[in-house]
T-cell receptor, first 113, second 114 residues
Framework: KAGVTQTPRYLIKTRGQQVTLSCSPI?????VSWYQQTPGQGLQFLFE???????NKGNFPGRFSGRQFSNSRSEMNVSTLELGDSALYLC????????????FGQGTRLTVV | DQQVKQNSPSLSVQEGRISILNCDYT??????FLWYKKYPAEGPTFLIS?????DKNEDGRFTVFLNKSAKHLSLHIVPSQPGDSAVYFC?????????????FGAGTRLFVKA
């Protein structure tokens, strides 16, 4: 069974630009969560989508948004990029809400210059 | 607001000895706790979990202990092996009343020396 796929793996953007990251969950999984990992901050929760609806949201500014499609694939968008947005963005999929064992993708390394 | 804290950024242990990684939480609504392991250039992978109705869960070399009164959990690795060198994340999850949110700690980097 294929794992969680995130694209692209690496990305370099300029301040002020916007970026879209993609996540394809494990087949059959309907819940997708997004996390930002920076050194010393661990995994900061961004948001969770289940059945095309945002169910949970972390403490990030409105520049961070996402969506989920009917096939459970999810995208995350960051507008007006700032240098501090440079991080590893991880997507995790699980069967449904409340199933706490999540499967992570390899992440997208975003560098803002 | 750090609801899940891993106060040790790193830990160094000799091969064959015990590794103990600690985690503290503040929210009483958390009812399920997990440990994930992360190697460089890979996503975290699930290691072991424990429900709040238990105080211990064991899986091979890995044991997680939960002390609800102290809001503290720990991961024991015995014996430690060089391949265990990785970053370990503690995570806590709230059930339906908590919106199913899962919060991760900052991680502890474990070095196992051969």
């Amino acid at each position: 069974k294929a794992g969680v796929t995130q694209t692209p793996r690496y990305l370099i953007k300029t301040r002020g630009q916007q970026v879209t990251l993609s996540c394809s969950p494990i087949s059959g999984h309907r819940s997708v969560s997004w996390y930002q990992q920076t050194p010393g901050q661990g995994l900061q929760f961004l948001f969770e989508y289940f059945s095309e609806t945002q169910r949970n949201k972390g403490n990030f500014p409105g520049r961070f948004s996402g969506r989920q499609f009917s096939n459970s694939r999810s995208e995350m968008n960051v507008s007006t990029l700032e240098l501090g947005d440079s991080a590893l963005y991880l997507c995790a999929s699980s069967l449904t809400q409340g199933v706490t064992e999540a499967f992570f993708g390899q992440g997208t390394r975003l560098t803002v210059v | 607001d750090q609801q899940v804290k891993q106060n040790s950024p790193s830990l160094s242990v000799q091969e064959g000895r015990i590794s103990i990684l600690n985690c503290d939480y503040t929210n009483s609504m958390f009812d399920y706790f997990l440990w994930y392991k992360k190697y460089p250039a890979e996503g975290p992978t699930f290691l072991i979990s424990i429900s709040s109705i238990k105080d211990k869960n064991e899986d091979g070399r890995f044991t997680v202990f939960l002390n609800k009164s102290a809001k503290h959990l720990s991961l024991h690795i015995v014996p430690s092996q060089p391949g265990d060198s990785a970053v370990y994340f503690c995570a806590a999850s709230a059930g339906r009343t908590g919106g199913f949110k899962t919060i991760f700690g900052a991680g502890t980097r474990l070095f196992v020396k051969a």
